[in-house]
């Protein structure tokens, strides 16, 4: 499998993997429900969700009372599901996305892994921060490697393979003994995302991945992301990600979940049903566009 994160004019063009998601369907009605309402017929059948969100709540612990970061919020991502969570700065979006990794515990409710919860990391869940979280001293592929620190099931050659495989498919190649400070934004980010498919996982969940690059390198970014979703060959199976970028929710959401201001609760989801490739400058682009606006005013 090789996914090229480089723009048109440095390789292949994203089109032929993109366009593998197209649906012969027309564009739907927006289908707005409330969080207390059921999944449609369509998630329900698709099986167990990859990713169960049940009830989970979080305070933080101060001097005097609780703080209340989030509330019995819940939702599911299913095979070949492409989530957005957004909502207001400060709703807990990033909490949330933290809890779903297991890096976090929550105050109450549960996580759920293909049925079974998550009480802890798993390889099976890679994280893409907001920040780079590189370290400057190690080269990009040590910097991958480093993700795979934890795996005790492969030899350390299988990891190396891994990471420079995950390298190449992130656009990197070349660069493996280069060190983050002379790498540019984009190329850093890229050696963060080819840490995250070193891990070859389920479940890829993202914290505003692209909101510090600029518009090219995120377009790019973005669609290499989608590619890896519907890529038979790739063991990504569904993305949770986290954005204020009402456009980029637009361009690639199968599902919005909205939070409310602080303390966080789902308000609503929408399931977004323009096909694919999605064109940013149709009617219907910018009508789906209002319709999230609507659900965060």
């Not at 400060?90 to 105050?107: D, E, M, V, Y």
């Not at 009480?119 to 400057?136: D, G, H, K, S, Y």
């Not at 790019?220 to 954005?243: D, E």
């Amino acid at each position: 499998m090789v996914i090229d994160f480089a723009p048109p004019s440095e390789g292949r063009s994203f089109v032929t993997d993109y366009v593998k998601s197209t649906s012969s369907v027309a564009p739907q009605e927006a289908r707005v429900r409330p969080a207390t309402s059921p999944s449609p017929a369509s998630e329900l059948s698709s099986g167990v969700p990859i990713i169960s969100v049940e009830h989970v709540s979080l305070d933080y612990k101060k001097e005097k009372e609780p703080l209340p970061v989030l509330v019995d919020v819940s939702l599911a991502a299913f095979k070949d599901e492409f989530v957005v969570i957004t909502g207001p700065s400060g709703s807990g979006k990033s909490s949330l996305l933290r809890i779903i990794a297991g890096l976090n515990k929550p105050t109450s409710g549960r996580v759920l892994f293909r049925g079974t919860p998550v009480t802890e990391p798993r390889q099976e869940v890679a994280m893409i921060f907001q920040n780079f979280v590189l370290l400057p001293w190690r080269t990009a592929l040590e910097n991958v490697l480093f993700g795979l620190a934890s795996r005790k099931d492969i030899i350390e050659e299988r990891k190396k393979d891994l990471a420079m495989m995950a390298l190449e498919n992130a656009g990197l190649k070349g660069f493996e003994n280069v060190y983050p400070g002379e790498l540019s934004g984009g190329m850093k980010q890229r050696v963060g995302i080819a840490r995250a498919l070193a891990l070859e996982p389920q479940a890829l969940l993202m914290d505003e991945p692209f909101s510090s690059l600029d518009d090219l390198t995120a377009e790019h970014l973005r669609r290499g992301i989608y590619s890896l979703l519907i890529n038979p060959s790739s063991p990504i199976q569904t993305v949770i990600m986290v954005s204020h970028n009402v456009e980029e929710i637009v361009e690639l959401a199968d599902k919005v979940v909205v939070l409310s201001p602080r303390p966080g609760h789902v308000v609503g989801e929408l399931t977004v049903d323009l096909p694919r490739p999605r064109n940013k400058k149709s009617k219907e682009f910018f009508d789906w566009v209002d319709m999230v606006y609507s659900l965060l005013a």
